[in-house]
């Protein structure tokens, strides 16, 4: 995969991208990470790339022409091409008012060839970027940023971790939390592991068994493989009820989960 980044502070990405399975996975050549100072493609002694808004209203803007001209030297296929599927690449804006960047969408993002990710500046991007360039907004998070340049980074990492070969396990990436129901179905088997199928993780506990006076849960420990899928299953359900019950709405429950439930509840 190919993932190129827009900003106008390109050295901030000499930290964020330089560690773990991003670094590793670009030195396998699994994905060639490319940065463009949005600077390059301004054609005044100023370098200017923002301006004040039409109508009014405090802050900067980027403009629009410094982007345009970026992503045609990029030779991207067409929009309309892009939109319709026909070519896996795709041309993202980081923004406040995106769409919220989920598991789900990282699954899409990494079964592409390339993507484009657009950092936003000041009080955002020119509205022609995201209606006639880029495929799609997306924010990382219902809170704002000074930019995209953060959110641009935790996209190339959460992409990353999921192309065939970047994580040593691969199956541990179908075991973790927002893992989509078809990634738990493809960890059915007699070990005892749990697709989180939508939820969030279960709890994870490793040597010492007793620490300080806190021992680690006895199922775990019994070699009973049923019992621990069981038991995981239960603790994922009670810390998604608890932190993020909204994830339940999109939970697959089978009849043993509806039964824990009500257990839980009671």
């Not at 990382?140 to 996209?155: H, M």
């Not at 592991?193 to 006076?213: I, K, M, N, Q, V």
């Not at 009820?241 to 009500?262: A, F, Y």
Request: aromatic residues 6%; glycine residues 10%.
């Amino acid at each position: 995969m190919k993932a190129d980044i827009v900003t106008i502070f390109p050295d901030f990405f000499r930290g964020p991208l330089d560690y773990g399975i991003t670094r590793r996975a670009a030195e396998m050549g699994l994905v060639e990470i490319k940065i463009h100072d949005l600077r390059e493609f301004t054609h005044d002694r100023h370098r200017t790339v923002d301006d004040r808004p039409f109508g009014g209203g405090e802050g900067m803007v980027l403009k629009p022409e410094p982007i345009f001209d970026c992503l045609e030297r990029m030779q991207l296929a067409p929009r309309e091409q892009r939109l319709s599927g026909s070519v896996k690449e795709s041309v993202v804006v980081l923004s406040a008012q995106g769409q919220r960047f989920t598991q789900q969408i990282a699954s899409e993002l990494a079964a592409l060839d390339r993507m484009v990710l657009i950092c936003g500046r000041y009080e955002g991007v020119d509205e022609r970027v995201s209606e006639f360039l880029a495929d799609r907004e997306l924010s990382i998070g219902d809170y704002v940023l000074s930019g995209g340049e953060l959110g641009a980074a935790v996209i190339v990492e959460a992409v990353t971790r999921l192309l065939p070969g970047a994580v040593g396990n691969e199956a541990s990436t179908r075991q973790e939390s927002f893992t989509s129901p078809e990634g738990a179905r493809a960890t059915e088997g007699p070990d005892s592991t749990c697709g989180s199928g939508g939820l969030l993780d279960y709890p994870h506990y490793t040597r010492p068994a007793e620490f300080r006076g806190m021992t680690v849960p006895e199922v775990l420990i019994n070699g009973n493989h049923q019992e621990i899928r069981r038991w995981r299953r239960e603790q994922a359900l009670k810390k998604t009820l608890r932190n993020r019950p909204d994830l339940m709405n999109g939970v697959d429950l089978s009849g043993e989960d509806k039964k824990i439930l009500e257990r839980i509840k009671h």
